[in-house]
């Protein structure tokens, strides 16, 4: 199987504007995350969509791959259906957001792999135990899945309702914003319309569950620090000053 990832970044971001030219220990968020990214055994190949000169020419600079896409995109997987359409012949899109700059090469990897395990399988992503400092930060997204693995819903509050406490047995869960999609299922999920879920919650992974299709989850302890805000941003900046991380 062919497998490709594909960086959509989105230069005007509403909580952080400029967001993938953020510095992040003098590297732009978005070559963090390329890195990151280039490091799977996997993937065919790496690219950035996106629609601003300045992202493209910063990806261009470093020695990355980028295509520009349309500005009108509502969100990343709009973008992400242009970008793969330069693409016929690959079997499995990488959605990798552009705001995670400690995405995890392995979990790329362990993403292909449960395609190459399930050949019906439309649709997969993360998972890593939730934080309880998280729980009652609508950023962090929180996931429940069902006895195979399949998520049953996300959302920005806190699930499932501790009515007891939780144990071993039911454990919190936050969303990571990784995918992995069929290239066909990908074109036909960007067609869409969007659902009441997904409005009401801002998550436009609900579309999937809402018209009956599957998410599979895999679950990791690796933990990430997605960028969604100045505050997420100072924290990056804490992380890699701690770890020296060139």
Known sequence: MKFVCIIPSRYASTRLPGKPLADIAGKPMIQRVYEQAVQAQKLAAVVVATDNPKVYDTVVTFGGKAVMTREDHIN??????????????????????????LISPTVIDALCHVFEENPNLD????????LESEYNEP????????????AMYFSRSLIPYPRNPF????????????Y???????????????TPM????????????????????????????????????ARIRKYFAKENTK
């Open 76 to 101: 990343g997987t709009d973008r992400l259906a242009e970008a793969v359409e330069q693409f016929g012949d690959v079997d499995v899109v990488i959605n990798v957001q552009g705001d995670e700059p």
């Open 123 to 130: 649709m997969a992503t993360v998972a890593t135990p939730l």
């Open 139 to 150: 950023s962090a997204v929180k996931v429940v899945m069902n006895r195979n693995g399949e």
């Open 167 to 178: 144990h071993d047995a039911v454990k919190p869960y936050k969303h990571i914003g990784i």
């Open 180 to 194: 992995a999609y069929r290239r066909d299922f990908l074109l036909q999920y960007a067609k869409m319309e969007s």
């Open 198 to 233: 997904e409005t009401v919650e801002s998550l436009e992974q609900l579309r999937v569950l809402e018209n009956g299709y599957t998410i599979k989850v895999i679950v990791t302890n690796h933990q990430f620090i997605g960028i969604d805000t100045p505050e997420d941003l």
